[in-house]
């Protein structure tokens, strides 16, 4: 791998994970079954506009309790007021691992999500803002994965040239956008093959067996 100057780090997935059993309980709660919760909450037209800012997070649970309501006869404001409130949990071992990354201080370590405009006051609630160089919010960019430009944008943003970056995301579909924008990109696949990667691109320093 050639030198880095820049680590792209995507969050859903691969940092933070989303609580399923929650989520069902949630549906379920209104009386609606969670694949039809998930299909109106995260229609394509509806999440598309969330990713890049065209609307906003409130806007985007109020639209979800309004359809909701018109379905299924529950309470809008209540339904909207429960997609808010969505559990999810940090995986602190990739927070530490991304921390060992910094601390080499031999890249800019940064954050790209394809998100709605309530990930700064996600983040900021469990200060994981802090664990980075920079944060880029696909609804703060106006454009989302895995459009190659909002990889270019990203990288102009870095003022690093897109062939010195590498980009880890759980999607194929955003790895394949990057690659398309010239980036090294690789799919994530648990904390023990990224260390590997990170030890290989020289980001970390080798793991010692103890």
């Known amino acids: 791998m050639p030198e880095l100057d820049a680590l792209i780090v995507d969050l ?10 929650h989520f069902q309980e949630t549906a379920r709660s209104f009386g609606i079954e969670p694949e039809e919760f998930a299909a109106i909450a995260f229609r394509t037209e509806l999440l598309d506009a969330g990713m890049v800012g065209s609307i906003t997070f409130e806007e985007w649970a109020d639209e979800i309790g309004s359809v909701a309501a018109e379905r299924h006869g529950c309470d809008a404001a ?25 601390a080499a201080g031999r890249v800019k370590l940064a954050l790209f999500s394809n998100a709605s405009t309530k990930l700064e006051e ?4 469990v200060d994981l803002h ?6 880029f919010n696909s609804a703060r960019l106006r454009m989302a ?15 690093v040239e ?14 394949e956008g990057a690659r ?19 030890e290989r691109a020289e980001l970390v320093d080798a793991a010692t067996a103890s």
């Open 12 to 21: 859903d997935g691969v940092i933070r994970h989303w609580d399923m059993p």
């Open 78 to 102: 209540a339904v909207s007021a429960a997609f808010r409130t969505l559990k999810w949990r940090i995986d602190w071992e990739i927070v530490e691992l991304l921390r060992e990354v910094r």
């Open 122 to 125: 996600d983040l900021e609630s």
């Open 130 to 135: 802090v664990e980075f160089d920079v944060v």
């Open 145 to 159: 994965k895995p459009d190659p430009e909002a990889f270019r944008t990203v990288a102009a943003l870095l003022e």
């Open 162 to 175: 897109p062939e010195r970056c590498l980009f880890v995301d759980d999607t194929l579909p955003n790895v």
């Open 180 to 198: 398309q924008a010239n980036m090294h990109a690789e799919v994530f696949v648990g904390v023990e093959p990224l260390r590997s990667l990170l």
